[in-house]
């Protein structure tokens, strides 16, 4: 009973039920205090190397792999889409400071114009809007995904620094953590069930990653399903618990951006990067 008790007041403490609401600042402190409790030796920078941490033999297959990146090609293409100028002349880097170096670790965000978070995506969208372009299909990886591939590569080596500031930018926060530890599907999973309770178990053949780090290496490159960017990774996880998915760009899996990147706080980004 007493080991019950205490596993019961340490998961209220974590998602921030315990007394007064937590803050944003309270809830990522509290999550790295819980897998630092858990995994003693594992180093808060490792984190982004998500279910490698747990296993050197796998990490170890994965730098190889990385000598010579298996996603060149898709890179070039982005960058070439990337620069390709717009029939005005113009090119993405026109709508972002410093040419988009260095900024992606700062989306999603709240935008109070919009009245909603807004993510990297949603930007991207909206520089070619404003020059006279049609906008591509959020799901659409060929488009969207190639570009977003070489866009967020401008940013390796930022640590991400998502800011909650506002009653509404709080609710939107509060929204995607309710989503992240909701039970859903047929297999009455939340996001939390594999990524925080379950972090470093393994599941048929693999470990399952933690929270901490994840939302800083995305898009990914998986075998056999090719690209995958962060909220397509979100649909597929909510067809393995059997729950019917939300649409990519979203208000809901937006919500649940902002939150799981806030949580990555001062951790590094590393687009483009390979898993099984």
Known sequence: M?????AFLGATLLF?????????????????????????????EDYVNGAFIFSPDAFAQYNSIMEFPPYQTV????KKMWETPF????????????GAKDIAGHYP???????????FEMALNACRKLNGEPELAYSDMKTMGVLTTYARSLSDGMKMNIKVEGAKALAAFEHGKQHFYQRRGQLNFSCATCHVQN?????RTEYLSPILGQATHWPVFRAGDNLVTLQTRYVGCNKLVRAVPYA??????????YY???????????????RK
């Not at 090119?91 to 400071?97: L, Q």
């Not at 965000?109 to 978070?117: I, Q, R, S, T």
């Not at 799981?260 to 390979?274: E, R």
Request: net charge neutral.
């Open 2 to 6: 007493r080991k019950l008790l205490t």
């Open 16 to 44: 921030g039920v315990v007394g007064a609401k937590a803050t944003p600042e309270q809830d990522r402190k509290a999550t790295l205090e819980y897998f630092q409790k858990k995994f003693p030796n594992i180093k808060f």
């Open 75 to 78: 890179l070039e293409h982005g």
């Open 87 to 98: 029939k005005n002349g113009k090119t993405y880097a026109s709508c972002f400071p410093n």
């Open 109 to 119: 965000y709240f935008d109070e114009a919009l009245g909603k978070v807004a993510t």
């Open 199 to 203: 972090a470093g178990n393994i599941i």
């Open 248 to 257: 990519q760009g979203s208000e809901e899996y937006n919500d649940l951006e």
């Open 260 to 274: 799981h990147s806030y949580i990555s706080n001062g951790l590094p980004l590393h687009a483009d990067v390979f």
